[in-house]
């Protein structure tokens, strides 16, 4: 009996949740966020199992290489542009597409000297202050990319937005009316749609979409999980109970004893911690977890290598029964709100001690 901790990957749900993309988006084309490993859930395989999308979206370039050298042939946009002039006859070599979002990486880009010209996203700050051009550059930009022979006439303009996931705020109106406002005299198509634009703000589709989290069915809203939006959960965490011992009334739990024992009481040890991924910072009691697909709590600090669970509403627990971290039938959500932290920061987080097990179906442990 294996007691690895596994994060499933259900392909099955990734389809579905790109589906929801689809249903939600009629007619635009999608571009899919695979940065940071697929968010987490596996950089590779996510990218080919996605094969009903028109692009894949990277930060930097050694993703968008490694999709390459895994014989990816469809478009990869480069999100967050190039870092070093030397990038450039590797892009244009590989085709890759290229978001260009300040003045230095234009003027480098147009002094180049490259064997095929570059397809651009060109990218309006409209109100985040992360990437993009302000808007008193961006014409110029513009009109300096349309002259280059480097360039690729079909420019996509595209922003992002702030604060989509807050529908009550209407600084998400403000940014789309300012980008409107600088591209209604430009050619092109436009990309305004992160996930929760996509669901929320359907004035935003334009002609390309770029889900992320969404994709892996988690929610990009604070007050909502994945499964309230007809998102389906894709990585479901999972180990095992690897010891249970009988506590009593008043007996201290873990490092620090920060968890007391209200009575008598079975509690269970987990083979999973900080060091797989699973946050360091949630409350000493009240966390929710799944032992044997019944709802109890996480007790006492995280450690590297193990968690201890309450077992007094598990029956008959017993060494090596499977426990649920997240996933299939515990929203991600839920753990994130716990720890303080957001389910972006969970996804990637798993660490590289975890075995990935790619499945279209979510099979019980073995």
Not at 179 to 185: K, L, P, R, S, W
Not at 239 to 250: E, V
Not at 312 to 341: C, H, M
Request: glycine letters at 8%.
């Amino acid at each position: 009996m294996s007691y690895t901790t596994t994060a499933h990957i259900n392909l099955n749900a990734l389809q579905h949740n790109l589906a929801r993309v689809h249903q939600l988006a009629p007619g635009c084309r999608v571009v899919a966020m695979v940065k940071a490993n697929a968010y987490g859930h596996g950089l590779l395989t996510i990218a080919h199992a996605l094969e009903h999308v028109d692009a894949l979206g990277v930060a930097r370039i050694h993703e968008a290489l490694k999709l390459r050298q895994a014989g990816i042939k469809k478009p990869i946009v480069l999100m967050e542009g190039f870092f070093e002039a030397w990038e450039l006859p590797i892009i244009a070599e590989n085709q890759f597409d290229l978001v260009i979002h300040q003045v230095e990486q234009l003027q480098a880009l147009t002094q180049a000297r490259l064997t095929s010209p570059i397809r651009i996203w060109l990218k309006l700050d409209s109100g985040m202050h992360r990437l993009g051009l302000p808007p008193e550059q961006f014409i110029t930009a513009w009109q300096a990319l349309h002259k280059s022979v480097n360039i690729n006439p079909d420019i996509i303009l595209m922003t992002h937005f702030a604060c989509a996931d807050e529908l009550a705020n209407d600084y998400t109106n403000q940014q789309i009316k300012l980008f409107n406002e600088m591209t209604a005299d430009l050619p092109g198509s436009r990309s305004l749609a992160n996930s929760a634009a996509i669901m929320k703000w359907p004035a935003t589709h334009g002609d390309w979409v770029r889900p992320g989290i969404m994709l892996y069915g988690i929610s990009p809203f604070a007050d909502k999980t994945g499964v309230e939006l007809d998102l389906k959960p894709v990585m479901t965490l999972r180990s095992r109970l690897l010891s249970i011992h009988q506590q009593k009334q008043g007996d201290l739990i873990g490092y620090g004893g920060t968890y007391r024992c209200p009575e008598n009481m079975p509690v269970g040890l987990v083979a999973i911690g900080y060091g797989d991924g699973y946050p360091r910072y949630i409350p000493a009691e009240g966390t929710p977890i799944l032992v044997n697909d019944k709802l109890t709590q996480v007790v006492g600090r995280v450690s590297m290598d193990m968690i201890y669970v309450d077992l007094r509403k598990i029956s008959q627990p017993k060494i090596g029964d499977f426990v649920t971290l997240w996933g299939d039938g515990l929203p991600i959500e839920y753990i994130a709100q716990a720890a303080n932290t957001s389910t972006y920061e969970l996804a990637c987080g798993v660490t590289s001690r975890v075995e990935f097990v790619y499945n279209s179906t979510m099979s019980q442990p073995s």
